[in-house]
C-alpha cells in the first residue's frame, strides 16, 4: 500500500534559483554548453564588467577563461563582439 507524503516532508524554497548558462558554438553550427563552474565564472566576470560599464572602473574588454579551466587557458571571450577567440592561433 503506497502513502503519500506527509506534509512535514514537502520542502519550501523562499527564494528561486537563477542559473545562467553559457554555451560555445562550434564550426559545424552546433551549440555546445560550457560546464558549470565555467558558466559561473563567466557570468561572475560578465556582472562585475557589467558594473563596470556604469562607472565603477575601467571595462576590461574580455574574459579569460583559462581562470576557471586550465584547458580553456588559450580562450578569451571578447565582450564588445560577444565572440569566444583562440589567443593561439
Do not use: N
Not at 9 to 31: F, K, N, R
Not at 34 to 48: H, N
Not at 54 to 73: K, N, R, T, V, W
Amino acid at each position: 500500500m503506497a502513502m503519500a507524503p506527509s506534509p512535514s516532508l514537502v520542502q519550501v524554497y523562499t527564494s528561486p534559483a537563477a542559473v545562467a548558462v553559457w554555451e560555445w558554438q562550434d564550426g559545424l553550427g552546433t551549440w555546445h554548453p560550457y560546464s558549470a563552474t565555467v558558466c559561473s565564472f563567466i557570468e561572475q566576470q560578465f556582472v562585475q564588467q557589467k558594473g563596470q560599464r556604469f562607472g565603477l572602473g575601467s571595462l576590461a574588454h574580455s574574459i579569460p577563461l583559462g581562470q576557471a579551466d586550465p584547458s580553456l587557458a588559450p580562450y578569451i571571450i571578447d565582450l564588445p563582439s560577444w565572440t569566444q577567440f583562440r589567443q593561439d592561433t
